[in-house]
C-alpha cells in the first residue's frame, strides 16, 4: 500500500479528500483525521471510515466508538486501509479481527488535449434524472440495487457533475457519472446492459465524461476499481489511467 514518490503521496491524499464530496454519504462525522460516513448500506465508501490526512490515528476509545456507532446503525463496523493510516492503527485494526471484504485499488489519468465526445449515442444530464437512476440500480447486485438509496446519495452530489448514459436506439444501456472539484474528476458507476457488453460502450462512456472532465477545467481523472476486475483494469489502463495506490475495505463481524 505504501506510495513511491511524493507526488503520488500528495496525489492519493487529493483523491481520498475529494471521493468524500464526489460519493456523499447521508450522515457524516468527523472523529479527528478520520471522517464515519452512513448511508444505509449502500457501497463501501458511503458505509465506512476512511483517513484523511497521512498518519491517521484510531486509538482504543475511538474505535470502540466506531464500532458502537457503526452496529447502532444497523452496519457492521468498515474501515478503509489506504496507505494514510497510521501503522499502528492498522495492526490495531487487523488484530481485533476486521476482515478484508474487498481490495481495490486507486487510479489516476492525465486529462490534456482528449476531445469532448460529439457522439449523439453519448448524453450527459448535470443532475441524476430518475431514468438514470433506474438504470443504473437495475445493472447493480446485491444492496445496490435499490434505486432510493442511490438516489439519496447521487442527489446530494454539490460539485459539477456529468451523470452519462449511451442510448440504443433511443434506450440507455450504459452509464458512468462524474464529479468535478479543484481540477481533479472522480469516474465511477459505469456500468453496461449484458445484452449490450463486448461493444465498446463502458470504453465510450468512460471517454465522454474524460472528455467532460477535460472541459471543465479538470488536469486529471481518478476513480477505484476492484483489483480483481480484469476487465475494468483492462479498459482503464488502455484509457491513460495507472495505479496510484492500494487499499482495503476491512469489516468487523459479530
Not at 487510479?107 to 443532475?127: C, D, H, K, Y
Amino acid at each position: 500500500m505504501m506510495l513511491t514518490t511524493h507526488d503520488d503521496s500528495r496525489l492519493a491524499l487529493e483523491c481520498e479528500r475529494r471521493i468524500i464530496n464526489a460519493w456523499p454519504a447521508l450522515a457524516t462525522l468527523v472523529v479527528g483525521d478520520w471522517v464515519l460516513r452512513f448511508a444505509n448500506g449502500y457501497s463501501g465508501r458511503a458505509n465506512s471510515a476512511t483517513p484523511l490526512a497521512y498518519g491517521a490515528e484510531l486509538d482504543a476509545a475511538a474505535l470502540d466508538m466506531l464500532e458502537e456507532l457503526y452496529r447502532a446503525d444497523g452496519l457492521p463496523p468498515a474501515i478503509r486501509l489506504t496507505p494514510l493510516v497510521a501503522e499502528a492503527t492498522r495492526e490495531a485494526v487487523l488484530a481485533r479481527g476486521y476482515a478484508v471484504r474487498d481490495r481495490s485499488f486507486g487510479m489516476i489519468a492525465p486529462l490534456v488535449g482528449l476531445p469532448v465526445s460529439a457522439e449523439a449515442e453519448f448524453q450527459i444530464e448535470a443532475r441524476p434524472e430518475a431514468e438514470w437512476i433506474a438504470g443504473v440500480a437495475a445493472l447493480q447486485s446485491g444492496a445496490k440495487t435499490h434505486a432510493g438509496n442511490l438516489a439519496a446519495i447521487v442527489e446530494k452530489i454539490r460539485m459539477p457533475a456529468a451523470f452519462a448514459s449511451w442510448l440504443v436506439e433511443g434506450e440507455p444501456v450504459a452509464f458512468g457519472m462524474a464529479v468535478a472539484e479543484r481540477g481533479m474528476a472522480e469516474i465511477g458507476l459505469i456500468c453496461v446492459d449484458p445484452t449490450h457488453r463486448g461493444k465498446g460502450l463502458g470504453r465510450r462512456i468512460v471517454a465522454g465524461l474524460m472528455g467532460w472532465a477535460g472541459a471543465t477545467g479538470c488536469h486529471s481523472a481518478y476513480l477505484q476499481v476492484e483489483q480483481g476486475n480484469a476487465v475494468a483494469l483492462g479498459l482503464y489502463r488502455s484509457l491513460g489511467f495507472r495505479q496510484l495506490y492500494a487499499y482495503e475495505t476491512r469489516l468487523l463481524a459479530g
